[in-house]
């Protein structure tokens, strides 16, 4: 039995008369770096919204470490590490980037400063420490709050698709981050709707269409299932499934 | 950077101005200072005042001044706010070195200016205020002039027991003045033996008074008293018509004692009765001949504020010439010794300064125009009674 | 930023000067002064919660309303007047607390519109409230109960230092660093691990205290009390022009914006009386519109550091 | 108790319908604007005032019958209104919130003191169209009545117009999603001009009206601006329909409240109201949340 870190099961959430999510599980095995693939709408933004505690209105369980965090407040996920990115950037506009990182620190942590400093060194982004939020290009934002999510050294990262609207250069630093981290024991959870993105990185994906789990496995084995086929009729993501 | 300084110096110029004009006044004159309410809720009484003060400033000096010196007056808007009122007696006394003070307008200024001239020891006449709440403190230095707040409806209460009337219904707004008035109603009515059957109060917003008639409507009163401003009043009338309440008579504090009333009624305003500390057709020497320079002046008669604004000033200059000095000290004790008859009314005040001289004049809209129907001695027309109803007009 | 030797030598010397103010002025200044310094104060109150939080407060007058009513109730009863004046700031903090969970949820407008009837509720209550309050009759208190004008001059600007010092104490620490982050995306800082419900109830209690208190001294300093002028709306947009003035969010801002209003106001008065209102608007419209940051834009020179583009220094205004 | 009366009881719904339709075309110009622009106008009732003054200058001066002169102030005010908006009110359009209420707070002091200085702080009214119609027991106010359904007629003309018109419907679209309404070829500031126009244009009918009704003063309109805000929320922000519903709503309750209880109790209920709808319901009655 595999060591599972993050353990969904049956998350069920319905926006006015539509059910979002129709009970979803999902095992996050410690030290992974797991995918999550499916067409717009299919739920997976929800589906981290719920995780992270941003949307509160689910029913089912989510627990992290052996501890339910369903229904708990996102600034309480993130204490127990588990953080996550947006799909859009969300950095603070008015405030420096390096404020931006020690915001995102755990309260009484002194170090806050220096680990800020030395994680924009590492992706050459140290030139921009005062530089406002708002003034980064987008693909620096994205990177930011990848930056700033790692401040609190969290063991569960959720990345909302990450490489969407960044530029190659960056995309790769942020890879090699992702890689780096994981070679460390973080454990990542990607939201994608390219499978080549991610192909490389993943353990195991999760294929989510129309608010439920329709198949997980290795990359390969999902992208030879059926049930993938089933749901990939729409060009672009057919074209990518069959890459 | 260089929009800060231009402001800065702006500012730096405008201060200097200020303080060369006051250094550079004539010290052989009379300086008497006053807050004016110019704008805010009594911007529109305020500025009667202030004509008032300013002719009396005019006429003295065209008569050669008090004790052969001319008059001056120092004025500032106090914005109808009790705090700002209290920073401008702070200068008036303080920083202008005014010689005689006049109080502001309204009794909520009043009580936050009168402190300050107390603190200074400074003899203050009240022009506009009739609370009696401000004569309760101990103070010694404010002396009202208008008839008190508290017995401005005795006139038309006692008309109204002469008259067979019994049962008051009471309404008033819930600020100071309007409660003393209210206040006063309450006792003289018990006095009487009358009974108050409704008494409810209502805030200042409040313009829209149909519930409040309807649950009147059911109680039926033989007359129905304000503690109002002019808005008020006017709407009440209004919906009192629209409403179809009757009562014999219809009194209110402060609107059916202004032009204003008649004007925003039209001939709905016939029969309501009102009171006011002064008009211009009041037997008094002087007060006919003051309107019609007045009215000369300004362009329109002089409501009650005017003629006060204008007393105030004859009482200070009465008091001045009994002291043959400004001195605090003398004008504070020549103030508590006069009785003399401006032309506002008679002026004499009790040992805390409070107005006992001054009668309560009743006035009623008969055929368009106001008039003074009590007390008797005064009157310019028999009250009309009672009041006629809605569907007879 | 101003550079912080240039922060604290101005700030030494305007507590100098406003420390010995009352040995060279005449009272009528000092009266003004203590007006400004209330003012300063009541403005870097709305500051820490508006400035700070974007959580914009129409009703902090409410605050402001009921210290002054519970000074005014207490001193006649005997209490010494600095017993009154941290009676106000409590009975203040008692009330925000409530207050604060029961607004601090909605956003936006939502949440100004809110607090302005929260004022609205609470000049209703006091002035039907008449056994206790008297109504709309007021409360006079008699002046000997009362402190010197120097005195309340000297509490007035106790509390503009204290309210101006709890502000820049938050502005540098992590405290500050977490409100700011939660004006600008307030999802995002709970993302981060910000405690936000938590941090906004902070800054409310704390930007409801400064009023409290302010709102004892002012009725110790006017005597007169009546429900309009306790709760009046117009204390509410004057705290909000100033802070706009001076520039929101910043230490100075609104002590800058509270001198410049209120001297302004006061030259004003005096050469247009008629229409020195009119001429506030005015300034207030061209401020809004072309110096959005406020007057503290103009000191703030930011070095764009932003590598790739090379150009010139320019200003930004910082919020 | 008499008041239980069933003639009582209509007179105050009549009453309270009344008023409430007057309080509803004024407010629902206010969240027109709000919905379209994401602008609080905190001058809204000041314009309400100078449909009011300009309603009175034409009586006192001309002769003019309030209910004519609606042809002529309405038009006016519109005119003022797509200029201001043009020259003002358009460069704080997506600023922050505090932006445009500050702006707007400016427009207001200065109309106030503008009109303080023009036609000092006397009360004024228009003597027309005063009395009631008395049917049996009950007497409805003339001007009332009439304001009341004039007010309802105009509310539901600019709804159509909102809801059928290809103008309305951009108005819609941009009140919706700007950026797609540019995108489809809206000249969105145009739109917002009528916005902006059109809502001031309705607080100037409802002031012509209020001109038989009420005494006014030019720093009448704090009264009233504070009832919108709290009838907007209680209705829902940005929904046109919501805030008629809250006008309506509230202008009832104040009536019963005021029967029952107190008027001052009736003051008080708006913003007791706008509480508990707050805490109950934070997006009003018909919230934007509802509208997407």
């Given at each position: 039995?595999?060591?599972?870190?993050?353990?969904?099961?049956?998350?069920?959430?319905?926006?006015?008369?539509?059910?979002?999510?129709?009970?979803?599980?999902?095992?996050?095995?410690?030290?992974?770096?797991?995918?999550?693939?499916?067409?717009?709408?299919?739920?997976?933004?929800?589906?981290?919204?719920?995780?992270?505690?941003?949307?509160?209105?689910?029913?089912?369980?989510?627990?992290?470490?052996?501890?339910?965090?369903?229904?708990?407040?996102?600034?309480?996920?993130?204490?127990?590490?588990?953080?996550?990115t947006f799909q859009l950037s969300r950095v603070f506009p008015?405030?420096?980037?390096?404020?931006n990182?020690?915001?995102?620190?755990?309260?009484?942590?002194?170090?806050?400063?220096?680990?800020?400093?030395?994680?924009?060194?590492?992706?050459?982004?140290?030139?921009?420490?005062?530089?406002?939020g708002s003034?980064l290009s987008y693909g620096q934002q994205r990177l930011v709050e990848f930056?700033r999510?790692?401040?609190?050294?969290?063991?569960?990262?959720?990345l909302d698709e990450p490489?969407a609207g960044v530029?190659?250069?960056l995309?790769?630093?942020?890879?090699?981050?992702?890689?780096?981290?994981?070679?460390?024991?973080?454990?990542?959870?990607?939201?994608?709707?390219?499978?080549?993105?991610?192909?490389?990185?993943?353990?195991?994906?999760?294929?989510?269409?129309?608010?439920?789990?329709?198949?997980?496995?290795?990359?390969?084995?999902?992208?030879?299932?059926?049930?993938?086929?089933?749901?990939?009729?729409?060009?672009?993501?057919?074209?990518?499934?069959?890459? | 950077?260089?929009?800060?300084?231009?402001?800065?110096?702006?500012?730096?110029?405008?201060?200097?101005?200020?303080?060369?004009?006051?250094?550079?006044?004539?010290?052989?004159?009379?300086?008497?200072?006053?807050?004016?309410?110019?704008?805010?809720?009594?911007?529109?009484?305020?500025?009667?005042?202030?004509?008032?003060?300013?002719?009396?400033?005019?006429?003295?000096?065209?008569?050669?001044?008090?004790?052969?010196?001319?008059?001056?007056?120092?004025?500032?808007?106090?914005?109808?706010?009790?705090?700002?009122?209290?920073?401008?007696?702070?200068?008036?006394?303080?920083?202008?070195?005014?010689?005689?003070?006049?109080?502001?307008?309204?009794?909520?200024?009043?009580?936050?200016?009168?402190?300050?001239?107390?603190?200074?020891?400074?003899?203050?006449?009240?022009?506009?205020?009739?609370?009696?709440?401000?004569?309760?403190?101990?103070?010694?230095?404010?002396?009202?002039?208008?008839?008190?707040?508290?017995?401005?409806?005795?006139?038309?209460?006692?008309?109204?027991?002469?008259?067979?009337?019994?049962?008051?219904?009471?309404?008033?707004?819930?600020?100071?003045?309007?409660?003393?008035?209210?206040?006063?109603?309450?006792?003289?009515?018990?006095?009487?033996?009358?009974?108050?059957?409704?008494?409810?109060?209502?805030?200042?917003?409040?313009?829209?008074?149909?519930?409040?008639?309807?649950?009147?409507?059911?109680?039926?009163?033989?007359?129905?008293?304000?503690?109002?401003?002019?808005?008020?009043?006017?709407?009440?009338?209004?919906?009192?018509?629209?409403?179809?309440?009757?009562?014999?008579?219809?009194?209110?504090?402060?609107?059916?004692?202004?032009?204003?009333?008649?004007?925003?009624?039209?001939?709905?305003?016939?029969?309501?009765?009102?009171?006011?500390?002064?008009?211009?057709?009041?037997?008094?020497?002087?007060?006919?001949?003051?309107?019609?320079?007045?009215?000369?002046?300004?362009?329109?008669?002089?409501?009650?504020?005017?003629?006060?604004?204008?007393?105030?000033?004859?009482?200070?200059?009465?008091?001045?010439?009994?002291?043959?000095?400004?001195?605090?000290?003398?004008?504070?004790?020549?103030?508590?010794?006069?009785?003399?008859?401006?032309?506002?009314?008679?002026?004499?005040?009790?040992?805390?300064?409070?107005?006992?001289?001054?009668?309560?004049?009743?006035?009623?809209?008969?055929?368009?125009?106001?008039?003074?129907?009590?007390?008797?001695?005064?009157?310019?027309?028999?009250?009309?009674?009672?009041?006629?109803?809605?569907?007879?007009? | 930023?101003?550079?912080?030797?240039?922060?604290?030598?101005?700030?030494?010397?305007?507590?100098?000067?406003?420390?010995?103010?009352?040995?060279?002025?005449?009272?009528?200044?000092?009266?003004?002064?203590?007006?400004?310094?209330?003012?300063?104060?009541?403005?870097?109150?709305?500051?820490?919660?508006?400035?700070?939080?974007?959580?914009?407060?129409?009703?902090?007058?409410?605050?402001?309303?009921?210290?002054?009513?519970?000074?005014?109730?207490?001193?006649?009863?005997?209490?010494?007047?600095?017993?009154?004046?941290?009676?106000?700031?409590?009975?203040?903090?008692?009330?925000?607390?409530?207050?604060?969970?029961?607004?601090?949820?909605?956003?936006?407008?939502?949440?100004?519109?809110?607090?302005?009837?929260?004022?609205?509720?609470?000049?209703?209550?006091?002035?039907?409230?008449?056994?206790?309050?008297?109504?709309?009759?007021?409360?006079?208190?008699?002046?000997?109960?009362?402190?010197?004008?120097?005195?309340?001059?000297?509490?007035?600007?106790?509390?503009?230092?204290?309210?101006?010092?709890?502000?820049?104490?938050?502005?540098?620490?992590?405290?500050?660093?977490?409100?700011?982050?939660?004006?600008?995306d307030?999802?995002a800082?709970?993302?981060?691990?910000?405690?936000?419900?938590?941090?906004?109830?902070?800054?409310?209690?704390?930007?409801?205290?400064?009023?409290?208190?302010?709102?004892?001294?002012?009725?110790?300093?006017?005597?007169?009390?009546?429900?309009?002028?306790?709760?009046?709306?117009?204390?509410?947009?004057?705290?909000?022009?100033?802070?706009?003035?001076?520039?929101?969010?910043?230490?100075?801002?609104?002590?800058?914006?509270?001198?410049?209003?209120?001297?302004?106001?006061?030259?004003?008065?005096?050469?247009?009386?008629?229409?020195?209102?009119?001429?506030?608007?005015?300034?207030?419209?061209?401020?809004?519109?072309?110096?959005?940051?406020?007057?503290?834009?103009?000191?703030?020179?930011?070095?764009?550091?932003?590598?790739?583009?090379?150009?010139?220094?320019?200003?930004?205004?910082?919020? | 108790?008499?008041?239980?009366?069933?003639?009582?009881?209509?007179?105050?719904?009549?009453?309270?319908?009344?008023?409430?339709?007057?309080?509803?075309?004024?407010?629902?110009?206010?969240?027109?604007?709000?919905?379209?622009?994401?602008?609080?106008?905190?001058?809204?009732?000041?314009?309400?005032?100078?449909?009011?003054?300009?309603?009175?200058?034409?009586?006192?001066?001309?002769?003019?019958?309030?209910?004519?002169?609606?042809?002529?102030?309405?038009?006016?005010?519109?005119?003022?209104?797509?200029?201001?908006?043009?020259?003002?009110?358009?460069?704080?359009?997506?600023?922050?919130?505090?932006?445009?209420?500050?702006?707007?707070?400016?427009?207001?002091?200065?109309?106030?003191?503008?009109?303080?200085?023009?036609?000092?702080?006397?009360?004024?009214?228009?003597?027309?169209?005063?009395?009631?119609?008395?049917?049996?027991?009950?007497?409805?106010?003339?001007?009332?009545?009439?304001?009341?359904?004039?007010?309802?007629?105009?509310?539901?003309?600019?709804?159509?117009?909102?809801?059928?018109?290809?103008?309305?419907?951009?108005?819609?679209?941009?009140?919706?999603?700007?950026?797609?309404?540019?995108?489809?070829?809206?000249?969105?500031?145009?739109?917002?001009?009528?916005?902006?126009?059109?809502?001031?244009?309705?607080?100037?009918?409802?002031?012509?009206?209020?001109?038989?009704?009420?005494?006014?003063?030019?720093?009448?309109?704090?009264?009233?601006?504070?009832?919108?805000?709290?009838?907007?929320?209680?209705?829902?922000?940005?929904?046109?329909?919501?805030?008629?519903?809250?006008?309506?709503?509230?202008?009832?309750?104040?009536?019963?409240?005021?029967?029952?209880?107190?008027?001052?109790?009736?003051?008080?209920?708006?913003?007791?109201?706008?509480?508990?709808?707050?805490?109950?319901?934070?997006?009003?009655?018909?919230?934007?949340?509802?509208?997407?």
């Amino acid at each position: 039995m595999a060591d599972h870190i993050l353990v969904v099961r049956g998350v069920r959430r319905v926006f006015g008369g539509v059910e979002a999510l129709k009970g979803v599980d999902l095992d996050v095995v410690r030290g992974s770096v797991t995918g999550i693939i499916g067409p717009n709408g299919s739920g997976k933004t929800t589906l981290f919204q719920v995780i992270s505690g941003m949307d509160r209105g689910a029913t089912g369980s989510v627990m992290l470490d052996g501890r339910e965090i369903l229904g708990c407040r996102p600034y309480f996920v993130y204490q127990c590490g588990l953080a996550r990115t947006f799909q859009l950037s969300r950095v603070f506009p008015q405030l420096t980037v390096l404020e931006n990182l020690i915001v995102a620190a755990r309260r009484h942590d002194r170090g806050a400063r220096s680990r800020a400093l030395e994680l924009l060194e590492r992706v050459k982004l140290e030139a921009y420490n005062e530089v406002l939020g708002s003034d980064l290009s987008y693909g620096q934002q994205r990177l930011v709050e990848f930056l700033r999510v790692l401040m609190s050294d969290p063991s569960v990262i959720l990345l909302d698709e990450p490489a969407a609207g960044v530029n190659p250069t960056l995309r790769a630093t942020l890879w090699d981050m992702v890689r780096h981290l994981n070679g460390l024991g973080t454990t990542f959870v990607i939201i994608e709707h390219n499978m080549d993105v991610i192909s490389d990185l993943c353990q195991e994906v999760y294929v989510l269409s129309e608010g439920e789990v329709i198949a997980r496995g290795s990359r390969r084995s999902v992208a030879t299932n059926s049930c993938s086929r089933r749901i990939s009729g729409s060009g672009a993501a057919h074209e990518r499934f069959a890459a | 950077m260089s929009r800060f300084k231009a402001l800065l110096s702006m500012f730096v110029v405008c201060v200097a101005a200020q303080t060369l004009s006051v250094a550079l006044a004539d010290s052989k004159e009379f300086v008497v200072g006053a807050s004016v309410a110019l704008s805010g809720k009594y911007a529109r009484t305020g500025q009667e005042q202030l004509h008032g003060f300013q002719m009396w400033v005019d006429d003295v000096n065209a008569r050669g001044g008090v004790l052969g010196r001319k008059m001056r007056l120092v004025h500032y808007d106090d914005e109808s706010k009790p705090e700002v009122g209290a920073k401008l007696y702070e200068k008036l006394i303080t920083q202008d070195k005014v010689d005689l003070l006049i109080g502001p307008y309204s009794s909520a200024v009043t009580m936050a200016a009168s402190t300050v001239a107390e603190k200074h020891n400074f003899p203050m006449v009240s022009s506009g205020a009739s609370s009696a709440k401000i004569w309760e403190r101990g103070y010694k230095n404010t002396f009202g002039l208008y008839t008190l707040a508290e017995v401005y409806m005795d006139p038309i209460l006692e008309f109204a027991k002469n008259n067979g009337l019994k049962t008051v219904a009471l309404i008033y707004e819930n600020t100071a003045f309007p409660r003393s008035v209210a206040a006063g109603v309450r006792t003289k009515a018990t006095a009487l033996g009358m009974k108050v059957v409704f008494d409810e109060e209502y805030g200042k917003a409040s313009t829209d008074f149909s519930s409040m008639i309807l649950k009147m409507k059911a109680i039926k009163p033989d007359m129905v008293i304000g503690g109002s401003y002019l808005p008020d009043s006017t709407a009440f009338m209004r919906q009192a018509r629209e409403n179809r309440l009757y009562a014999k008579i219809f009194a209110f504090a402060v609107g059916p004692g202004l032009p204003d009333f008649g004007k925003n009624l039209g001939a709905d305003a016939n029969g309501v009765m009102g009171n006011t500390q002064w008009e211009p057709e009041l037997k008094i020497p002087g007060a006919g001949e003051f309107s019609k320079k007045y009215k000369a002046k300004y362009g329109h008669e002089p409501g009650y504020h005017a003629g006060g604004g204008y007393g105030a000033g004859q009482v200070l200059e009465a008091a001045v010439t009994r002291a043959l000095s400004v001195d605090r000290d003398k004008v504070r004790k020549a103030l508590y010794e006069l009785d003399i008859v401006t032309t506002f009314g008679r002026f004499k005040v009790d040992g805390t300064g409070k107005q006992i001289g001054k009668p309560a004049y009743a006035v009623e809209w008969i055929n368009g125009e106001r008039e003074i129907i009590l007390p008797k001695d005064a009157a310019t027309h028999d009250p009309v009674f009672p009041f006629q109803d809605w569907s007879k007009r | 930023m101003l550079s912080k030797h240039a922060s604290l030598a101005s700030a030494a010397v305007l507590v100098v000067i406003l420390a010995v103010a009352p040995a060279v002025l005449g009272e009528y200044y000092l009266s003004f002064l203590t007006q400004l310094l209330m003012m300063v104060a009541l403005a870097q109150a709305w500051n820490t919660i508006s400035g700070m939080t974007g959580y914009v407060s129409f009703g902090h007058a409410t605050f402001f309303g009921m210290g002054s009513y519970a000074a005014a109730l207490l001193l006649p009863l005997g209490v010494p007047w600095w017993a009154c004046l941290i009676a106000g700031a409590l009975v203040a903090l008692a009330l925000s607390v409530p207050l604060g969970f029961l607004t601090l949820r909605l956003r936006g407008p939502y949440f100004a519109i809110a607090m302005l009837g929260l004022n609205e509720v609470a000049r209703v209550f006091v002035t039907l409230w008449v056994d206790l309050t008297g109504g709309g009759s007021g409360i006079t208190l008699s002046p000997e109960l009362l402190p010197s004008l120097t005195t309340s001059y000297y509490t007035m600007f106790l509390i503009a230092v204290a309210a101006t010092v709890i502000v820049a104490a938050i502005y540098h620490s992590r405290f500050g660093l977490e409100l700011r982050a939660i004006r600008e995306d307030e999802g995002a800082a709970e993302m981060v691990g910000v405690n936000t419900t938590r941090d906004k109830l902070a800054a409310f209690v704390l930007s409801a205290l400064i009023p409290g208190a302010a709102g004892a001294v002012l009725v110790m300093y006017t005597s007169y009390i009546d429900p309009a002028a306790a709760f009046a709306p117009a204390v509410n947009i004057q705290m909000i022009v100033m802070v706009m003035f001076g520039g929101s969010g910043t230490v100075w801002g609104p002590v800058l914006g509270a001198g410049l209003v209120m001297g302004l106001r006061e030259v004003f008065w005096a050469e247009f009386p008629a229409a020195h209102l009119m001429l506030l608007g005015v300034l207030l419209l061209s401020v809004v519109l072309f110096l959005p940051g406020g007057l503290m834009a103009l000191f703030t020179r930011r070095k764009l550091v932003r590598p790739e583009v090379a150009a010139g220094p320019q200003e930004r205004p910082d919020g | 108790m008499a008041l239980f009366e069933p003639t009582i009881l209509l007179q105050l719904l009549i009453a309270g319908l009344l008023t409430g339709s007057l309080y509803a075309l004024l407010a629902s110009g206010l969240n027109l604007v709000f919905g379209v622009m994401r602008v609080i106008n905190i001058a809204h009732a000041e314009f309400m005032l100078l449909g009011a003054y300009l309603a009175w200058v034409l009586y006192v001066y001309a002769n003019v019958h309030p209910l004519l002169s609606l042809f002529i102030v309405v038009p006016a005010v519109f005119g003022i209104g797509w200029v201001l908006e043009r020259t003002l009110i358009e460069h704080v359009v997506g600023r922050p919130l505090l932006t445009s209420l500050l702006a707007t707070y400016g427009v207001s002091i200065i109309m106030v003191n503008a009109g303080l200085l023009v036609f000092a702080s006397d009360f004024k009214s228009v003597p027309q169209l005063q009395g009631a119609i008395v049917i049996g027991e009950l007497a409805i106010s003339k001007p009332r009545l009439v304001a009341g359904v004039l007010a309802v007629i105009l509310t539901f003309a600019v709804y159509l117009f909102l809801e059928i018109t290809r103008l309305g419907k951009a108005v819609r679209a941009v009140a919706e999603h700007p950026h797609v309404a540019t995108i489809c070829g809206i000249d969105v500031q145009r739109i917002r001009m009528l916005t902006f126009a059109l809502a001031v244009a309705m607080a100037a009918a409802a002031g012509v009206m209020l001109t038989m009704i009420y005494s006014f003063s030019p720093d009448t309109g704090a009264d009233f601006i504070q009832k919108c805000f709290a009838i907007i929320i209680i209705g829902g922000m940005g929904n046109f329909l919501g805030a008629f519903y809250g006008g309506v709503l509230l202008g009832v309750v104040e009536a019963f409240v005021g029967g029952f209880g107190t008027t001052q109790w009736a003051e008080a209920v708006a913003y007791l109201l706008l509480v508990l709808v707050l805490l109950i319901r934070p997006t009003g009655l018909k919230g934007m949340a509802d509208v997407k």
